[in-house]
């Protein structure tokens, strides 16, 4: 069973780092006037994760996929940005997500960590720039979390409706 976790929580990763690639090809910004701006498709990942494995694994695979993520394609400031983003986002959709159904369905989870990465990074950008003025950014980041968390938790929806036909017990 280890071993089976293990080798889910590598794929996952994998596959979070290489949505990251993928999503580095398509710059938002020439449809999205927001700079900075992307689709989070590795937030795809880390919904899915906090889905079928532990929130210890989910953490293991966000922490890692930050990391060789910025090995490959960042620097120091990618690193801290994509960690804050990723921790905070990953901290809100496992609270929300305790509390599915009750709450709020996978689409508001998936919103919510949209915006709690968002906040995750403009909170990076507070330590690195050493300046509030970046919180003035915000609340465009804010409104894009909507439409944008809203793909993410529709694409997490239907990859998790199609894997209800694949024996997935970890």
């Known amino acids: 069973m280890k071993t089976k976790k293990l080798t889910l929580c590598g794929l996952l990763t994998a596959l979070a780092v290489v949505l990251s690639l993928v999503e580095r090809l ?3 910004d020439a449809v999205v006037p927001v700079p900075g701006v992307k689709l989070g498709l590795a937030n795809v990942v880390t919904l899915f994760a906090l889905t079928r494995v532990s929130a210890r694994d989910a ?3 966000v922490v890692c996929r930050v990391a060789i993520s910025s090995l490959l394609m960042g620097s120091v400031t ?16 496992w609270a929300l997500l305790r509390a599915e159904g009750t709450f709020c369905s996978l689409l508001g ?3 919510a960590g949209a ?7 403009v909170i990076a950008a507070i330590i690195w720039m050493q300046t509030g003025a970046v919180v003035a950014y915000l609340p465009l980041l804010l409104v894009m979390s909507v439409p ?9 929806v239907i990859v998790l409706s199609h894997m209800k036909k694949i024996d997935f017990n970890v």
């Open 109 to 111: 989870v998936s919103v």
């Open 115 to 121: 915006a709690a990465h968002n906040i995750g990074q």
């Open 59 to 61: 953490l293991a695979v």
């Open 26 to 28: 398509f710059p938002l």
């Open 78 to 93: 990618a690193f801290l940005f994509s960690l804050f983003g990723g921790l905070l986002s990953l901290i809100v959709m």
């Open 148 to 156: 944008l968390g809203l793909v993410t938790g529709l694409t997490c």
